[in-house]
């Protein structure tokens, strides 16, 4: 069985109420098995603990977390008891919209109080999608009426808005959606989406890579939308030629998460993609048929979340004057709105020397 688990978040008033309805009556009709997993956050305080009841706001949010980690932990075991071969389970909200209500310190001391790290648990959703609060761009339609754990007033909702995003920034499926259209729009793309991560009706990845100036690091390490990633990523012996078999560790500060993914070229810009998460013994035992051709491949990636896109910089310890920026859209065709601080050379997706498959066979 393959159980696959998402995040629908978003800033306050972004439309997930709605949206959850819709993803859930088109999932039955194309076969899928889903859970829903409803907002942890109402359930408290519409049922008296809130951050205004408990001794201190880090408490409550300690609560928050343990309760949404057990809820998620039960319906993996009832997943497991199910009569599908897919099951996807839908969360409303994730454990990391928690850090979005928390100052860095707050945060830090609850992951030690329930002894868990960041990397794991934003990454051990399978991809997470973020619908942007009204506030943002539908300032007429932003309302608390439909939610009585609902209190932020429209600037309120906008800052936590970024936060939320940033919180999730790092991920290594994250998607923002906007509301640079109608709200019906909104949610189509939504679903547009999802289904597009699920591999409906085959698992595409459309990607643009640019060449750039080695960028500023202390400025992106710095900035609250941008997270570093360590990455290793080895290859290994594939039956087919324009197919790549890849391994990947990524993480960061000794906290790792791995996977396995299958590419396979359509275009120079369309590939089909198929991913699967390992274990570490698992991701230990796919090592030893490692193609030998090929030298590892260690880079550091920093993920940026830019004007509601999400782009990859890739630092590598090799190049000290250029690094690659790549973006990942929904359609060929979908316009790209680059960062004012980053120097772009020229888009590369077309030029084979630029993959990373290429590069590990040119790493001396």
Same mark, same amino acid.
């Given at each position: 069985?393959?159980?696959?688990?998402?995040?629908?978040?978003?800033?306050?008033?972004?439309?997930?109420?709605?949206?959850?309805?819709?993803?859930?009556?088109?999932?039955?009709?194309?076969?899928?098995?889903?859970?829903?997993?409803?907002?942890?956050?109402?359930?408290?305080?519409?049922?008296?603990?809130?951050?205004?009841?408990?001794?201190?706001?880090?408490?409550?949010?300690?609560?928050?977390?343990?309760?949404?980690?057990?809820? #998620?932990?039960?319906?993996?075991?009832?997943?497991?008891?199910?009569?599908?071969?897919?099951?996807?389970?839908?969360?409303?909200?994730?454990?990391?919209?928690?850090?979005?209500?928390?100052?860095?310190?707050?945060?830090?001391?609850?992951?030690?109080?329930?002894?868990?790290?960041?990397?794991?648990?934003?990454?051990?959703?399978?991809?997470?999608?973020?619908?942007?609060?009204?506030?943002?761009?539908?300032?007429?339609?932003?309302?608390?009426?439909?939610?009585?754990?609902?209190?932020?007033?429209?600037?309120?909702?906008?800052?936590?808005?970024?936060?939320?995003?940033?919180?999730?920034?790092?991920?290594?499926?994250?998607?923002?959606?906007?509301?640079?259209?109608?709200?019906?729009?909104?949610?189509?793309?939504?679903?547009?989406?999802?289904?597009?991560?699920?591999?409906?009706?085959?698992?595409?990845?459309?990607?643009?890579?640019?060449?750039?100036?080695?960028?500023?690091?202390?400025?992106?390490?710095?900035?609250?939308?941008?997270?570093?990633? #360590?990455?290793?990523?080895?290859?290994?012996?594939?039956?087919?030629?324009?197919?790549?078999?890849?391994?990947?560790?990524?993480?960061?500060?000794?906290?790792?998460?791995?996977?396995?993914?299958?590419?396979?070229?359509?275009?120079?810009?369309?590939?089909?993609?198929?991913?699967?998460?390992?274990?570490?013994?698992?991701?230990?035992?796919?090592?030893?048929?490692?193609?030998?051709?090929?030298?590892?491949?260690?880079?550091?990636?920093?993920?940026?979340?830019?004007?509601?896109?999400?782009?990859?910089?890739?630092?590598?310890?090799?190049?000290?004057?250029?690094?690659?920026?790549?973006?990942?859209?929904?359609?060929?065709?979908?316009?790209?709105?680059?960062?004012?601080?980053?120097?772009?050379?020229? #888009?590369?997706?077309? #030029?084979?020397?630029?993959?990373?498959?290429?590069?590990?066979?040119?790493?001396?």
């Amino acid at each position: 069985m393959e159980i696959i688990k998402m995040v629908i978040t978003g800033g306050p008033c972004a439309g997930k109420s709605t949206a959850m309805s819709r993803i859930q009556n088109t999932l039955a009709n194309m076969g899928y098995k889903a859970l829903f997993i409803g907002e942890t956050a109402t359930e408290l305080i519409t049922g008296g603990v809130a951050p205004w009841t408990c001794g201190t706001n880090a408490q409550y949010q300690s609560f928050q977390m343990k309760l949404q980690i057990e809820k #998620e932990k039960i319906f993996e075991q009832a997943a497991l008891t199910m009569n599908a071969d897919k099951v996807l389970i839908i969360c409303d909200r994730g454990v990391m919209d928690n850090k979005a209500y928390m100052q860095k310190e707050e945060f830090e001391h609850v992951l030690k109080e329930i002894n868990a790290n960041e990397v794991e648990l934003r990454d051990g959703y399978d991809a997470v999608f973020h619908l942007v609060t009204a506030a943002k761009g539908a300032e007429q339609f932003y309302t608390t009426i439909n939610n009585t754990a609902r209190t932020e007033t429209p600037e309120q909702a906008i800052l936590i808005d970024d936060k939320i995003i940033s919180a999730w920034t790092g991920h290594p499926h994250f998607r923002v959606i906007d509301n640079s259209y109608d709200f019906e729009t909104k949610i189509r793309k939504l679903i547009t989406e999802i289904l597009g991560f699920l591999g409906e009706p085959e698992p595409l990845e459309i990607e643009r890579k640019y060449l750039i100036e080695y960028p500023d690091l202390r400025m992106l390490e710095n900035m609250d939308n941008c997270e570093k990633v #360590e990455i290793i990523q080895t290859y290994l012996h594939s039956p087919e030629q324009n197919q790549q078999i890849r391994l990947r560790q990524r993480g960061f500060d000794g906290h790792y998460v791995y996977f396995q993914t299958i590419k396979k070229d359509i275009t120079p810009v369309k590939r089909i993609e198929i991913e699967n998460r390992l274990t570490k013994d698992e991701y230990l035992k796919l090592l030893m048929s490692a193609d030998t051709s090929k030298r590892q491949i260690r880079k550091n990636r920093y993920c940026l979340t830019y004007k509601n896109q999400y782009f990859e910089i890739d630092v590598f310890p090799f190049w000290k004057d250029k690094a690659l920026m790549e973006i990942e859209l929904s359609d060929e065709d979908s316009p790209i709105v680059f960062p004012d601080f980053i120097k772009i050379i020229r #888009e590369v997706t077309t #030029e084979s020397e630029y993959k990373n498959s290429s590069l590990a066979q040119q790493i001396i």
